[in-house]
């Protein structure tokens, strides 16, 4: 096993992960992950991580795919998925899944999770984060929502399932003006999306059961239905939009 100390290669990861993307060695995918070097290597003796690439000098390097995965496995753990359950799961997706599908994977599983915020001093924000965060980065993560500045000095109101993809978001050149105008466009999409929806479920589906039905048990399993139907509704929305932007983005570059 390669020492956790060697310098990135950036040759190594060329067959697997591409010549322009970064690679990490084991230590710096630990530290962008938030968890330790053993739990890394824990997960591929499970399986669950994909063997890094192996460069010059028996170097093990790593990807944004494994970054992704392992942010996934974090999701469903937090979701109280035991390790030999996610280890099912992740056998059920497709092996060469992207970083950016894993991420998807992981917003929509993140999407029925009971709200992830929590009051988090700078050491441990940045623990999490896996990496220094100057004002700079704070001001641009508290821009993308992610978190906000509390009355207690050095303490922020983070929300953990939006921290990781926040970060990663940080290394993308994109100027504050432009993530404050683009969460704009989305905040107002998105809302007169949900209360369309809610709109029509209210009229097409609860109204005229509300009219039918008259015991409290019916109406709590409608409500229950209500719930467990949020997820199926956040993938047809993240998979439209999906498409929608594919659509835009190929127009685009025909117009280039």
Same mark, same amino acid.
Request: hydrophobic fraction near 40%; avoid cysteine.
């Given at each position: 096993?390669?020492?956790?100390?060697?310098?990135?290669?950036?040759?190594?990861?060329?067959?697997?992960?591409?010549?322009?993307?970064?690679? !990490?060695?084991?230590?710096?995918?630990?530290?962008?992950?938030?968890?330790?070097?053993?739990?890394?290597? !824990?997960?591929?003796?499970r399986?669950?991580l994909?063997?890094?690439?192996?460069g010059?000098?028996?170097?093990?390097?790593?990807?944004?795919?494994?970054?992704?995965?392992?942010?996934?496995?974090?999701?469903?753990? *937090?979701?109280?998925?035991?390790?030999? =359950?996610?280890?099912?799961?992740?056998?059920?997706?497709?092996?060469?899944?992207?970083? *950016?599908?894993? =991420?998807?994977?992981?917003?929509?599983?993140?999407?029925?999770?009971?709200?992830?915020?929590?009051?988090?001093?700078?050491?441990?924000?940045?623990?999490?984060?896996? &990496?220094?965060l100057?004002?700079?980065?704070?001001? &641009?993560?508290?821009?993308?929502?992610?978190? =906000?500045?509390?009355?207690?000095?050095?303490?922020?109101?983070?929300?953990?399932?939006?921290?990781?993809?926040?970060?990663?978001l940080?290394?993308?050149?994109?100027? *504050?003006?432009?993530?404050?105008?683009?969460?704009?466009?989305l905040?107002e999409?998105?809302?007169?999306?949900?209360?369309?929806?809610?709109?029509?479920?209210?009229?097409?589906v609860?109204?005229?059961?509300?009219?039918?039905?008259?015991?409290?048990? *019916?109406?709590?399993?409608?409500?229950?239905?209500?719930?467990?139907?949020?997820?199926?509704?956040?993938?047809?929305?993240?998979?439209?939009f999906?498409?929608?932007l594919?659509?835009?983005?190929?127009?685009?570059?025909?117009?280039?």
């Open positions: 096993m390669a020492t956790d100390t060697e310098s990135v290669s950036t040759d190594a990861g060329t067959a697997r992960h591409g010549a322009e993307e970064p690679t !990490f060695t084991v230590d710096e995918l630990a530290a962008r992950a938030g968890v330790t070097v053993r739990t890394i290597r !824990f997960y591929g003796t399986g669950l994909p063997p890094p690439v192996i010059p000098r028996r170097v093990g390097h790593y990807g944004q795919d494994h970054l992704s995965r392992l942010a996934l496995i974090e999701e469903l753990q *937090h979701q109280g998925m035991t390790l030999a =359950a996610i280890e099912r799961y992740l056998e059920q997706l497709p092996p060469d899944l992207s970083a *950016h599908d894993l =991420a998807i994977h992981r917003a929509l599983v993140a999407s029925w999770a009971p709200d992830s915020a929590e009051d988090v001093p700078r050491a441990e924000l940045e623990r999490r984060a896996g &990496r220094a100057g004002e700079e980065d704070l001001d &641009r993560l508290a821009a993308m929502s992610v978190l =906000a500045r509390t009355e207690v000095p050095g303490t922020y109101r983070v929300d953990l399932g939006l921290l990781r993809l926040g970060v990663q940080l290394d993308v050149p994109i100027a *504050h003006e432009t993530i404050l105008a683009a969460r704009t466009v905040l999409h998105t809302r007169s999306a949900a209360h369309e929806l809610s709109r029509l479920f209210r009229d097409e609860w109204g005229p059961y509300r009219e039918r039905e008259s015991d409290p048990e *019916h109406v709590a399993a409608m409500r229950s239905l209500s719930a467990h139907m949020q997820p199926m509704v956040v993938q047809a929305l993240v998979t439209a999906q498409r929608s594919k659509e835009e983005l190929r127009e685009w570059l025909k117009e280039s």
